[in-house]
């Protein structure tokens, strides 16, 4: 929300200085962006006064003008315009002014003779006007004084972040009222009334609406005769400042009246809308039909869903109810007669509208968030008395007002005792009653047990803990007491899975991955992009009120948003990219109430570990680095059964993927992501990834893991090769070598796969070291030679090889 201090200043006298004024809008909860002053691109341009017109010697259509520009100060200043006579008073840009075209003037020299500024006309200023000549200013403009001050476009506007919950504040109104309160001085409240003519509105347009729940109040005038064209200077001015780009000057009123009250407005040229058999226009506030089209103001046919509320008359839709009106029925030049609507739509109907077609505005943005809809009428006599005013126009007698769920008042009780046990305080019943009311509430009651009725422009004030807030922010944050919580008795820790969760991120920056965050919000797309079946009677969980189509349900795995992370690094020159994130996955079923939540651990490994050096080449990450991860991971875990085994996932790559195990029991996914995958994501490959679940590895978890002692007999070392078939893993080689080894068997290692001559196509020969020790004693050549023997001979039975010669 743009606030101009100085339409401010229309509703409520604010003497304080800027920074005095944002900082207690800050500390009462209306926290201010920016502070941004208008009439800086004028530094440097003043009002000046010709004192001598005399020819240029050397040209005929160019004057050197003697200009005071005040301080006892005058100008040699070269000028070609004709419009002014010695004596006249015209702004004036002195050498170092930068005018709003981005031109900066210099002292120069014009047909040999030194130019000291520029007179000025109204178009070089960036305003309305004659360009053909100096802008030539009233008699009494004080000379010296710089231009922006004098004409009024010097401003300092306010950037102001107004939370969900506060519609209220997204109007001058609003805020002067905020500011009246924190202040404790009164504000005025704008209210025109329009002179009215002619025949009655409620002759000429018929309202009906079909769904109350989504328009409570629907209100419409007739304003006959007007002459469109542009907006005059000051309410360019105000609707610029607020954000707004001008129009015409009756789209600019309701601009105008939205920012003023809060209250959008939406004008429509009466001549284009549809009428009933009675001859009047007849407008309906219903339901879309499934594929009914409308082409918006932004030119874009829209097709629409059932979901969708529109503004309709006989012939089908003409405005997109709360968001944006239609093309076929905006004002143009050639509009005579004007119908305005003021009404108000429901939250949650024009935020889904709103986001599934992806047109945010002004509008909808009031009405996502709560438009009173008590203030229809005012805001509909305030915008017609303007149109007539300005666009000539004659406002028709009455409102026609469709108005099925009035408003209904709550009043809620506030006990004094409560307050000041919430906030540590002794605010009397008397400030507490004088606060609510400055905020627009109506109190009764006291000293112990306050009745207040909250404005009906304040929804969100709905419990006693509410009214509480607001006492307190007016009164003072600041002022509250600092007292230390009670802790008798409390001793305050993690969760087991919180310290498993945080042992496992210190085992992966460890290993060398940063930790990231992705939105849990995705596109219903990624999961088709990498291949991500559903089960059997699954859906996925959908959001009620997205912000975006591509961010409409929450994420099934943590994989999408990670390859995203991944692609946005290496568009940036990033090369060797190391994340994980342990974060939320969401399942649901159809019917069911709750989606299950899962905290997941995934991580990507793209590039290498290391950039390349001159003497060494950068290796690229594979499967075996990704598995290191989790092998570190396992053992800072405590988890000992933890492996790896082939298999295939639709978004790995073929031969390069494998499922993660504890036990008989699956508990994730390791491998290097499937190419087509990386082009959906704009990826650069190879990328290995992984995904485990975080509970089923803290089930697993030890605190405590077994001590070993340095081994005081030194191991004997064999090397063995077997030659297996191409299917027979080294993971089950490896099981069958540690089951015979029994206990003297210490240690096996996979040092050597070979597949060439001298073994048979088809084959592969797999050479392990074996390490054998014996804990209490150093092992004889007969011992290991006995065990080794055996290990041998039931290893190549088991996997079907045979020993390599």
Known sequence: MLVSLKWLNEFIDVDLPTEELVDRLDLTGTAV?????????????????????????DADKLWVTVVDVGFDEFRSIVCGAQNFEAGDKVPVALPGATL?????????????????????????????????????????????????????SADTVLELEITPNRPDCLSMLGVAREIGAILDRPYRTPGAVPSETGAPAADEVRVAIDDPDLCPRYTAR?????????????????????????????????????????????????ATLGRDGDGKIAISVRRASAG??????????????????????????????????????????????????????????????????????????????????????????????????????????????????PYESVTRELRMARLNAVLGTTISPEEATAILKRLGAEVEGGPHLLSVTPPSFRPDLEREIDLVEEVVRVWGMERVPSTLPAGRGRIGGLTPEQRWRERAGESLRACGLNETMTYAFVDPADHERI????????????????????????????????????????????????????????????????????????????????????????????????????????????????????????????????????????????????????????AQG??????????????????????????????????VAIVVDEDVTALRIEQSMRSAGGKLLDNVRLFDVYRGKGVPEGRKSMAYALSYRAPDRTLTAEEVEGVHAKLVRKVTSAVGGELRG
Not at 33 to 56: C, D, F, P
Not at 105 to 121: A, D, Q, Y
Not at 239 to 265: H, K, M
């Open 292 to 405: 009914e089209k409308l082409t918006t103001l932004d030119g874009v046919e829209r097709a629409l869903t059932e979901s969708d509320l529109v503004i309709a008359d006989p012939k089908g839709a003409v405005a997109l109810a709360g968001v944006m009106g239609g093309a076929d029925t905006e004002v143009s030049d050639e509009t005579v007669d004007v119908l305005l609507e003021s009404a108000a739509f429901a939250s949650a109907s024009t935020s889904r509208t709103s986001r599934s077609l992806g047109l945010i505005s002004e509008a909808s943005m009031r009405f996502e968030r709560g438009v009173d809809r008590t203030g229809n009428v005012t805001a509909s006599d305030e915008a017609a008395a303007l149109i007539a005013q300005i666009a000539g126009g004659e406002v028709a007698p009455g409102v026609v007002d469709a108005y099925p769920v």
């Open 33 to 57: 962006e920016s502070v941004k002053k208008l009439g800086e691109a004028m530094e440097g341009i003043v009002v000046g006064q010709i004192v001598e017109k005399n020819r240029h010697p």
């Open 222 to 270: 007739l304003i006959r005769g007007v002459k469109v064209g542009p907006s005059p200077e000051w309410l360019v001015e105000r609707i610029t400042a607020s954000g707004a780009r001008p129009v015409n000057n009756v789209v600019d009123i309701t601009n105008y009246v939205l920012f003023e009250l809060g209250q959008p407005l939406h004008a429509f040229d009466a």
């Open 100 to 152: 709003p075209g981005g031109i900066t003037i210099k002292k120069t020299k014009l047909r040999g003779v030194t130019s000291e500024g520029m007179n000025c006309s109204a178009a070089e200023l960036g305003l309305a006007g004659d360009s053909s000549g100096l802008l030539i200013l009233p008699e009494d403009a004080p000379v010296g004084m710089p231009f922006a001050e004098y004409h009024g």
């Open 686 to 719: 190879p990328v290995t990834a992984f995904e485990l679940d975080m509970a089923a590895l803290a089930r697993e978890a030890r605190g405590v893991r077994e001590l070993t002692d340095v081994p005081r007999h030194p191991a004997v070392e064999l090397d």
């Open 531 to 682: 291949g991500h079946a559903l089960e059997e009677g699954e859906v996925l969980v959908e959001l009620l009120n997205p912000m975006s189509a591509e961010q409409a349900v929450m994420r099934r795995s943590l994989l999408p948003g990670l390859l995203r992370s991944v692609s946005f690094n290496q568009r940036r020159g990033v090369e060797n990219v190391h994340l994980y994130e342990i974060g939320s996955v969401f399942q649901t079923t159809d019917g069911r109430k709750q989606p299950k939540e899962h905290t997941r651990i995934t991580g990507v490994l793209a590039g290498a570990w290391h950039p390349a050096a001159w003497n060494a080449p950068a290796v690229p990450l594979d499967i075996f680095d990704g598995k290191g991860v989790l092998e570190n991971l396992a053992r800072e875990l405590g988890v000992e059964r933890l492996g790896v085994r082939e298999a295939a996932r639709p978004w790995l790559q073929p031969g390069r993927s494998a499922e993660v195990v504890i036990g008989k029991n699956v508990i994730g996914w390791l491998g290097e992501v499937y190419a087509p995958v990386l082009e959906t994501f704009d």
